[in-house]
């Protein structure tokens, strides 16, 4: 199994970026596709999930109007659309996959995610 994040960079306050998750190795219909971010002495939290089987996606309350998260149509690579970039966005995000045990609930705790990439720094300056 094998993900592999891109697309960070330093931004200025109000820009978008857009990170890209390339994944292999694994049944992507059996998988949800989720980004977290880990800030500076902060714990990992997710942001925003998908399902590659349907597309199906959630978000965190706090990102809900600003981040997008999308698949390709073979669903092996997953993007996530930030927009109004806010130097509180500053963190490594991470993609993560985690095994879908229900067909009605994707997985958001960092603990549901089986398999994590290696990270890519976003840094939002003011």
């Known amino acids: 199994v094998q993900l592999v994040e891109s697309g960070g960079g330093l931004v200025q306050a109000g820009g978008s970026l857009r990170l890209s998750c390339a994944a292999s190795?694994?049944?992507?219909?059996?998988?949800?596709i989720g980004w977290f971010r880990q800030a500076p002495g902060k714990e990992r939290e997710g942001v925003s999930y998908?399902?590659?089987?349907?597309?199906?996606?959630d978000y965190e309350d706090s990102v809900k109007g600003r981040f997008t998260i999308s698949s390709d149509n073979a669903g092996n690579t997953v993007y996530l659309t930030i927009d109004s970039l806010k130097p509180e966005d500053t963190a490594v995000y991470y993609c993560a996959a985690g095994h879908l045990y229900s067909d009605w609930i994707i997985p958001r705790a960092v603990n549901e995610y089986d398999y994590w990439g290696q990270g890519t720094q976003v840094t939002v300056s003011s």
């Open positions: 190795g694994f049944t992507f219909d059996d998988y949800a």
């Open positions: 998908i399902r590659s089987s349907d597309g199906m996606t």
